[in-house]
């Protein structure tokens, strides 16, 4: 695949995409140039298969078992209604900072703004979450990477010594994507594309291998073959095994974020968020699959605490084995990269608001590297101090991947809602989405099954957020005695918006109220050419 399918040149300054942000009330000063593969590579890459699946596949399991493998397909089901209900949205407003202008643009300002806060410490915290999965596999593929107490060290995650080298390990990668990003978005997407590459061939390989080494039948994921003896009914087990795929599947917006940054972005960004959340999906559940089947055992407690690299290691032996783990630390690495992209664009988009601290350096995008370099370093300062916050906690690991994948949903929530509520009103009025993308071509669309499409996706978004907060001590406290930790979900949610009020209250005291104009809920079905209202 040469260079130019991933990257184009910037458009010139009369292109459409420039007059279509224009009316949206914004010049073009982000660079374009993301190409259909760069956009999908965005979102797949924050999805991140290889990233998630081996870095929570023990806790999924330890908590359900082997039939914890059908929280996949239900929480993909999920996804896919919500992914559908967001292409429609990118179709219609192709901006950065995606959650945050749709909610805006839906629900109001004030709204908007809360929903885009929550979006981007959620996005802070994904970022360390996805940072510290190298410790799953670095120190398995050669133990000189556990740097915290030695090599004969506990590495195992949600040990003392393994959670304070995730720190470590997690610092430094970190450090490396903000390099990266700070050079510009050609690097990134260069190196995004090029790893979604490897990861989707290391999936495949993956998956292959693990079959052709099958210990067992198919049959096994009608069982709960390694789960610990309880006196609690299996489904709490169930909804507690589905933070491991609720965890994975988010991040395909992630193809929104950079709308301003890709070409003809109402007609692809649509496409690439659906196709970047399918792959994921399938290639997912193959991979976990695969590996409950080649297992060399389901009950000795090792796939519980060792998860996947111990199966690949096990199966494949000492060469292939440490191979393939290289591309997991690679598809790592992207991962990481591609979920600080996504959270500096959202920074970027309110601090041009001015709706946050410091909105005047923020808001600045490099003419040079046509980044917003800031925003880039916030982030990743952001997620660095939220490592160093948890480093003296083993509960590491499971605490920050409930409560970074629940914001995540929350801010999701703060779009689908109001859209719903967007539709009805249209379909009461009589209103039919219409228009047209870059070329012509009618805009995504759901048509008349918008509605019961997006009732289904926040009831499901629902469910899932009061799951995913729940105070379960196995997820939140692993030390099984410290109250805070058990409730940190909940507490860490209620400090998030006393912060965000207190500097909302701030913003409007000093600069005025942001204001989004006023909507008729036919402005975000307008053809480009017929222009929407921007903001004030």
Not at 139 to 163: E, H, K, R
Request: proline letters at 5%.
């Amino acid at each position: 695949m040469s260079t130019s399918a991933l990257i184009t040149e910037p458009s010139s300054p009369a292109s459409p995409e420039h007059t279509d942000l224009a009316h949206f009330g914004y010049k073009q000063e982000l660079h374009r140039k993301v190409g259909p593969f760069g956009s999908f590579a965005a979102g797949f890459s924050f999805v991140s298969i290889l990233t998630t699946v081996f870095q929570l596949f023990f806790l999924g399991f330890g908590l359900g078992g082997a039939a914890f493998f059908w929280t996949w397909p239900l929480v993909f089901a999920g996804q896919l209604l919500v992914a559908l209900n967001f292409s429609s949205l990118a179709a219609r407003w192709p901006i950065s900072g995606a959650i945050f202008q749709w909610a805006g643009r839906l629900a109001g300002a004030t709204f908007g703004w809360f929903t885009g806060w929550v979006m981007i410490i959620g996005q802070i915290v994904t970022v360390a979450t996805a940072a510290i999965a190298l410790q799953v596999v670095l120190p398995v593929i050669w133990n000189g990477f556990q740097l915290v107490g030695g090599a004969a060290a506990d590495s195992s995650p949600t040990s003392s010594t393994g959670a304070a080298n995730a720190v470590v390990l997690g610092i430094i990668l970190l450090a490396a994507t903000t390099t990266v990003n700070i050079i510009g978005v050609r690097l990134m997407s260069i190196i995004n594309s090029t790893g979604v590459v490897l990861e989707i061939l290391g999936v495949i390989a993956i998956v292959f291998a693990l079959l052709f080494h099958a210990q067992r039948s198919p049959a096994v994921v009608a069982t709960t073959a390694g789960l610990a003896p309880s006196n609690s009914p299996y489904i709490w087990a169930f909804l507690a095994s589905g933070l491991m795929a609720a965890y994975v599947m988010v991040g395909f917006d992630s193809a929104g974020e950079l709308s301003e940054e890709t070409h003809n972005p109402r007609r692809t960004a649509p496409r690439t968020i659906l196709r970047a959340l399918i792959v994921s999906g399938v290639g997912g559940g193959l991979l976990i699959f695969a590996a409950l089947l080649a297992a060399p055992s389901l009950t000795d407690g090792k796939l519980a605490s060792q998860g996947l690299p111990w199966v690949l290691n096990a199966a494949l032996g000492p060469i292939a084995g440490p191979i393939l783990l290289v591309d997991v630390a690679i598809a790592i690495c992207v991962c990481t990269l591609a979920v600080q992209t996504s959270g500096s664009r959202m920074v970027y988009s309110m601090a041009r608001e001015k709706s946050l601290p410091f909105h005047k350096v923020l808001s600045k995008v490099s003419p040079r590297t046509g980044t917003p370099i800031a925003t880039s370093i916030v982030v990743g300062v952001g997620a660095a101090l939220v490592l160093l916050v948890n480093i003296g906690q083993s509960a590491l690991f499971t605490a920050l991947a409930s409560l970074c994948i629940g914001l995540l949903y929350l801010a999701y929530l703060g779009v689908t809602v109001p859209y719903l509520i967007n539709r009805i009103k249209e379909r009461r009025a009589g209103i039919v989405e219409t228009g047209v993308d870059e070329t012509g071509k009618p805009l995504f669309s759901l048509g008349r099954w918008g509605i019961p499409i997006n009732i289904l996706a926040v009831i499901y978004q629902g469910v899932f957020v009061v799951n995913l907060m729940w105070p379960r001590p196995e997820i939140y406290d692993l030390t099984g005695h410290t109250w805070w930790l058990q409730w940190s979900a909940l507490l860490f949610l209620g400090v998030t918006l006393l912060v965000g009020y207190a500097i909302h209250l701030r913003n409007r005291a000093r600069d005025g109220a942001l204001v989004f104009h006023a909507h008729p809920p036919t402005a975000h079905v307008l053809a480009p050419a017929a222009g929407s209202e921007g903001i004030a």
